[in-house]
């Protein structure tokens, strides 16, 4: 069955460190999509790319960037992790971006930054 | 600009009962609507949607009706189970566009 994995599924890191974390699906999707979850704020779209070597930021996307250089990844970069961003990360993908495509999600990462 | 609005939880209900999380939104033009319920430890699972105004998305016992002259998507159970325990999450998507979601409305059913 065709899926969306992240990995890891926990980290701890500290502060000032660059951390990557990474979305891989198997969907043969082209878009796909980064979202924190904080409570009292859902789910916030960080970076999204609609195909290879598109990105595009999102409404949170100070402080992450991504990449996209094939169509299975999609991998976010925290390049000098805050204590903000501890938070919850899900990735997502969907076939298109017409409006009545649904997202597939991950299970999560959940980043701790001391 | 697009944004949905949820109502703030958590909700607490008693197996059997009635269930109503509201959902509003904010859109340009016509997009389409969701609702996604996450299980505890898990990602977002897609559980109904509607493409246009008048649908009504079902899946599971639940129910949302879009209603285009109250920009509203409403998610409705006639009888909860333990099982229904989750964070229920309205969310939307116009064309050509990314999917913009609610804080979330965490629901707890107690036996």
């Known amino acids: 069955d065709a899926e969306i994995t992240q990995s890891p599924r926990h980290k701890i890191t500290e502060t000032g460190r660059q951390v990557t974390l990474a979305c891989h699906q198997t969907?043969?999707?082209?878009?796909m999509f980064w979202y924190r979850q904080d409570l009292g704020h859902g789910l916030r779209l960080i970076h999204y790319?609609?195909?290879?070597?598109?990105?595009n930021k999102g409404e949170v996307s100070d402080g992450y960037s991504v990449s996209r250089s094939n169509t299975e990844d999609l991998p976010l970069t925290l390049e000098s992790a805050a204590s903000s961003q501890t938070s919850v990360y899900f990735c997502?993908?969907?076939?298109?971006?017409?409006?009545?495509?649904?997202?597939?999600f991950g299970q999560g990462t959940r980043l701790t930054v001391v | 600009g697009n944004s949905v609005t949820q109502m703030e939880g958590p909700v607490t209900l008693s197996e059997e009962a009635f269930l109503t999380i509201n959902c509003t939104y904010t859109?340009?033009?016509?997009?389409?609507l969701f609702w996604y319920v996450q299980y505890p430890g898990e990602g977002l699972q897609l559980l109904l949607k509607?493409?246009?105004?008048?649908d009504k998305g079902s899946n599971k016992g639940f129910e949302a009706t879009y209603r285009k002259e109250t920009t509203s998507f409403h998610l409705e159970k006639g009888s909860v189970q333990v099982s229904d325990s989750a964070v229920y999450f309205c969310?939307?998507?116009?064309?050509?566009?990314?999917?913009?979601f609610g804080a979330g409305t965490r629901l707890t059913v107690k036996p």
């Open positions: 997502a993908s969907s076939e298109s971006n017409r409006g009545n495509t649904e997202a597939f």
């Open positions: 969907w043969n999707h082209n878009n």
């Open positions: 790319s609609y195909g290879v070597h598109d990105t």
């Open positions: 859109a340009t033009g016509y997009p389409s």
């Open positions: 509607a493409t246009k105004a008048d």
């Open positions: 969310a939307l998507r116009p064309n050509n566009n990314d999917m913009r």
